[in-house]
């Protein structure tokens, strides 16, 4: 299976703050890497899909890059509603695997 | 809107079979890939396998000697059935759709399913 690692596990910012969060593959997924939001008591929700294009309704301040086996989730400009979990998820090899999850929170 | 719901029993005794109904409002099941995820405090997110519209199945080498997967488009649901279970089955179970085996675009809400007797 493909080991998907997240970094960090957590993270405290303050409103308005760039954020970014790390994900990187065991080996290559090209980019089928995607990004979802958890917040509490809810199911995930798409972000970012293929490693940097935005689901529709998403707002632009989330972006996302890279290829292969490194990948970056970035807030540009961290809002109280991003309080939440955060996890890549890679879809190039079965089975689909998960990273373990990027707390996020305001200071 | 594409809504998707689970449903089933949220407690299921150790060894018994856990059944999971995912129902589908907005769109046809015919059509698309389907997935059932968990998440647990010891595992984080586990995808347990998907299922397309025309029946065709794939699962976790994890769970795969004990996983079922089935659709009935009469209904226009999805289900999963999880033989021999255990405590390390207990999990927030979630549905998806499976955009094109590319990401997961609709999510149920979640249903916990505890094993104990």
């Known amino acids: 299976d493909i080991q998907v690692t997240q970094s960090p596990s957590s993270l405290s910012a303050f409103v308005g703050d760039r954020v970014t969060i790390s994900c990187r593959a065991s080996?290559?997924?090209?980019?089928?890497l995607n990004w979802y939001q958890q917040r509490p008591g809810t199911a995930p929700k798409l972000l970012i899909y293929?490693?940097?294009t935005l689901q529709t309704g998403v707002p632009s301040r989330f972006s996302g890059s890279g290829s292969e086996t490194d990948f970056i989730l970035t807030i540009s400009s961290l809002q109280p509603e991003d309080c939440a979990i955060y996890f890549c998820h890679q879809t190039r090899t079965l089975p689909d695997t998960f990273g373990q999850g990027t707390k996020v929170e305001i200071k | 809107q594409l809504q998707l719901q689970e449903s089933g029993p949220g407690l299921v005794k150790p060894s018994e079979t856990l059944s999971l109904t995912c129902t589908v409002s907005g769109g046809s099941i015919s059509d698309y890939y389907w997935v059932w995820i968990r998440q647990s405090a010891g595992k984080g997110l586990e995808w347990i396998g998907r299922i397309h519209g025309s029946g065709t199945t794939n699962y976790n080498a994890s769970v795969k000697s004990r996983v079922t997967m089935s659709l009935d488009t009469s209904k226009n649901h999805f289900s999963l059935k999880l033989s021999s279970v255990t405590a390390a089955d207990t999990a927030i179970y979630y549905c998806?759709?499976?955009?094109?085996?590319?990401?997961?675009?609709?999510w149920g809400q979640g249903t916990l399913v505890t094993v104990s007797s």
């Open positions: 293929r490693g940097s």
């Open positions: 080996r290559s997924v090209d980019n089928y």
């Open positions: 998806a759709r499976d955009w094109n085996t590319d990401y997961f675009d609709s």
